[in-house]
């Protein structure tokens, strides 16, 4: 481990003074499994694990993790090895920082470089910039960061970043020596080092079972499982905030290597560039950069022998929520390699290859191959195919090191660029009291400036006159981030051949300004402000009442419980964006996970008061795992006993509330005289893929009536609607079991006169106009409350959190 003594504040002269630094000129070809000149005494992962990684069936602990790079840093004087923060279990959340010695004592001098390429407004008056950006260019280094293992499931390159490091701290060869002169390297090993044990104790655990090669029965992050990797905007988990603050925003790298693997039987790599769409307010720079990049890499790992790679298909760039750097400099190279079991091989034959979205992986075509025959797939392939991939990314970055320069500074040039009289000069947040408070913290997390105040010069017919507002500026570093967040998406209208709907690769909408119930107005000419200090609202007391909560927990893990969970725990705390880990202890959690198998016990009414069952397949639901997929005490789902206690609990006084698809399973299971209209239609008729639709809310019920904070709610709202049923009351026939149509009650509908479109996208609207998205149906002395949309979605959606709390919050 070096001892760093940097001086703290480094003045531009400074930099400018700099002796310039050699480049390589070396251009030759790596290869895999190397024999390279090597440097005594580093340690290889196996001289600390017992095994080299990408073995067969072999796991590294996080333990383990940790000591290899400890070691490594001991004796390396290429690499830095330090611990920036805590994850969301409390382990620790690490980095490596790898370059040339010479660079690793002025790293303070290059993070200088970077902080006045990002923003050339700190380099002088617009005259002096573009020669002073070009001694720096001159001067600074490309820095690379990669992410590895954010899936925990995708135990590849967790294990391939010590390959990596291992390579860079101890080879001589000509290539490496060039690389470390001309780049810095930001390696960490895991984005969610919780995960690493709990996929690794779930393997050892079944490892010569029938279960070998499973997914554990748990979420691989404690809250948000997979869609840790959908958290770039809203920045809500310890993990995302420690990479944003302490990385990105201290680095701002020009080239993010996001490794992960994909499913089994398509490509066995992924590159970009991206499919379309491509989000309007990501820089064409940008573009230019992920698709040269990855091009390059997909064209050298082809003359090197590799097969099955791919670019442009299946990935897109349309959301902020996976790529933080689109927005603030950097290209992210998301790659995608073929998975095996785990850590055990497969065999896959050539005949069970399945299409993608814009290839075939057994036709070669010009975005794909050479054609991959099939066969055996082992860990060891995918960390080939990933350290392979990783250091053709490293020689680009540092053979195009100038390039890389330019284009950041670029970037950065057109950011801060004074808009011209008629463009957008800047956003409006009108007011928004606790959400909108919340909303500035984000956005100033993601380094965007807002000026807060009173606006002198707000039009007569604006909303908003007299109250505080706070104006972000469009020409300023990451204007573009804040736009992205606070506009409507306008998801294009992509269909096939046949004009069916080409199905996007994720959810199409990431309004928070529409998520969070802030109202933002964009302004074109200048707007004058009053500047206020004032203490800002940070609580958000929703939940009024105490009232014995429990959440369903399938063992089949649903993403949807894990933010319920997430969302309840923030509950009441000073800082809605905080762990509650570390006050637990001090407070009972406000609520308690129910599994099947208590479900099934019955009595629930003498626990619990309210039961919530988040998003999830309905069938999923009645059985979890067919018996013999999973070990015994996990399989089963809530089934015929289960259905019987919650149909008692309900008769009995309970509330039982139903999330998204959860609701399909209630009104089935209950026989409730509720119909999912969209259910039948096809994707040509009807098509949502996760968008931010319109309602319109009866504040008339106790459900939509509105906090302590804000007693009313105003009678539009939002709903976040992705796989959700949309309501239509009926009168059931028969069954002596049946619920009278008279015991339903709308909460809210879609509305009848207009598009309820918002952000992202919506085929065949005139299908919902005027239905049920809210209803609550009266059975016995209690209540089923149906949502057709996700209330809580991804703790983002807070327009819509009083609905959720008031409906768990008893009568
Ligand atoms: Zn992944």
């Known amino acids: 481990m070096r001892t760093r003594i940097v001086p703290l504040l480094l003045t531009v002269t400074f930099l400018f003074n700099l002796s310039p630094l050699g480049r390589g000129n070396a251009h030759s070809v790596f290869t895999p499994g190397y024999a390279a000149p090597q440097l005594a005494g580093i340690p290889a992962p196996e001289d600390v694990l017992g095994f080299v990684p990408g073995d067969d069936r072999k ?180 993990e995302t905030q420690i990479t944003v603050d302490k990385i990105h925003n201290v680095w701002h790298p020009q080239i993010v290597h996001d490794i992960h693997q994909q499913g089994e039987y398509g490509s066995r790599l992924f590159l970009p560039p991206y499919m379309q769409p491509v989000e309007p307010n990501v820089p064409k720079q940008i573009v230019a950069g992920y698709t040269q990049l990855g091009n390059f890499m997909a064209r050298e790992m082809r003359e090197q022998g590799f097969k099955g790679i791919t670019t442009n298909s299946t990935y897109d760039a349309w959301s902020p929520a996976r790529a933080y750097s689109h927005y603030h400099g950097g290209v992210r190279i998301l790659s995608e390699t073929a998975s095996c079991k785990i ?247 406000p609520f308690f996970s129910l599994l099947d198998a208590e479900v099934r016990a019955g009595k629930l009414i003498n626990k619990y008061e309210s039961i919530i069952i988040p998003d999830q397949i309905p069938a999923t639901i009645l059985n979890g795992y067919k018996a013999g997929a999973m070990p015994r005490e996990y399989t089963g789902g809530l089934g015929q006993a289960g259905m019987k206690a919650l149909r008692e609990f309900v008769e009995q006084g309970g509330t039982l509330v139903c999330l998204n698809r959860a609701s399909n399973f209630a009104i089935k299971q209950f026989n409730l005289p509720v119909r999912d209209v969209v259910a039948d239609l096809s994707q040509k008729e009807f098509f949502v893929p996760g968008s931010i639709l319109r309602i319109e809310l009866d504040t008339s019920h106790p459900l939509a009536r509105g906090t302590t904070l804000a007693p009313r709610m105003s009678k539009e709202s939002i709903a976040w609607v992705e796989d959700s049923p949309v309501f239509e009351i009926i009168s059931t026939g028969s069954g002596s079991d049946r619920v009278d149509a008279s015991n339903v009650h709308v909460i809210a509908r879609y509305p009848p006169d207009k598009n309820p479109l918002l952000s992202g996208w919506l085929l065949g609207e005139s299908r919902i106009r005027g239905k049920a998205a809210l209803v609550e149906v009266t059975m016995g002395k209690g209540h089923i409350i149906l949502f057709g949309f996700r209330p809580q979605y991804r703790g983002q959606s807070l327009a819509t959190y009083p609905l959720f709390f008031n409906a768990i919050s008893g009568k």
């Open 59 to 238: 796991l590294a602990s996080w333990n383990q993790v940790l000591a290899y790079f400890a070691a490594l840093a001991k004796a390396s004087d290429r690499v830095d090895f330090e611990t920036l923060g805590k994850s969301t279990m409390d382990k620790p959340f690490v980095m490596a920082t790898i370059s040339a010695p010479e660079n690793l004592a002025r790293l303070s001098e290059y993070r200088r470089v970077q902080e006045l390429l990002a923003d050339p407004r700190k380099l002088g008056p617009p005259g002096v910039r573009d020669r002073k950006a070009a001694e720096l260019i001159k001067r600074g280094k490309t820095i690379v960061l990669i992410t590895c293992g954010i899936h925990s499931t995708e135990v590849g390159s967790y294990l391939s970043s010590m390959l990596i490091a291992h390579r860079l701290a101890s080879s001589n060869e000509p290539e490496i020596q060039s690389i470390l002169r001309n780049t810095i390297i930001l390696l960490v090993p895991s984005l969610n080092p919780d995960g690493v044990d709990i996929v690794k104790n779930w393997y050892d655990k079944t490892l010569g079972t029938p279960y070998e090669g499973t997914d554990p029965p748990e979420l691989y992050h404690k809250y948000t499982g997979h869609d840790n990797n959908r958290d770039w905007y809203a920045l809500t988990q310890v």
């Open 343 to 589: 850590a055990t091989p497969i065999t896959v034959k050539f005949e069970q290859l399945r299409k993608g979205e814009g290839y075939d992986p057994r036709k070669e075509s010009a975005n794909f191959g050479p054609v991959w025959r099939g066969g055996e797939w082992h860990l060891r392939d995918i960390t080939n195919y990933m350290t392979t991939a990783a250091f053709l990314l490293l020689r680009h970055a540092s053979e195009n090191r100038d390039e890389w320069l330019s284009r950041f500074y670029e970037i950065g040039k057109e950011a801060v660029r004074p808009r011209k009289k008629g463009e957008l000069q800047g956003l409006d947040i009108v007011n928004g009291g606790a959400n909108g408070s919340l909303l500035r913290h984000i956005l100033g997390r993601g380094g965007v400036f807002a000026v807060f105040g009173e606006p002198l010069n707000v039009p007569k017919q604006q909303s908003g006159r007299g109250s505080l507002h706070s104006y972000v500026p469009i020409a300023q570093p990451y204007g573009a981030f804040a736009k992205a967040l606070l506009e409507a998406q306008h998801y294009p209208d992509l269909r096939d051949s046949t004009s069916q709907p080409i199905v996007p690769y994720d959810v199409t909408a990431h309004s928070l300004s529409f998520l969070m119930g802030v109202e933002v107005l964009p302004v074109y000419g200048p707007l004058k402000y009053k500047k206020v200090l004032i203490e800002e609202e940070s609580e958000l007391p929703y939940y009024g009442k105490e009232s014995r909560v429990a959440i369903y927990k399938s063992h089949v893990p649903s993403i949807d419980e894990g933010w319920t969970r997430w969302v309840l725990q923030q509950n009441g705390r000073t800082s809605p964006w905080t762990n509650m880990d570390q006050v637990v202890g001090t407070r009972k959690p």
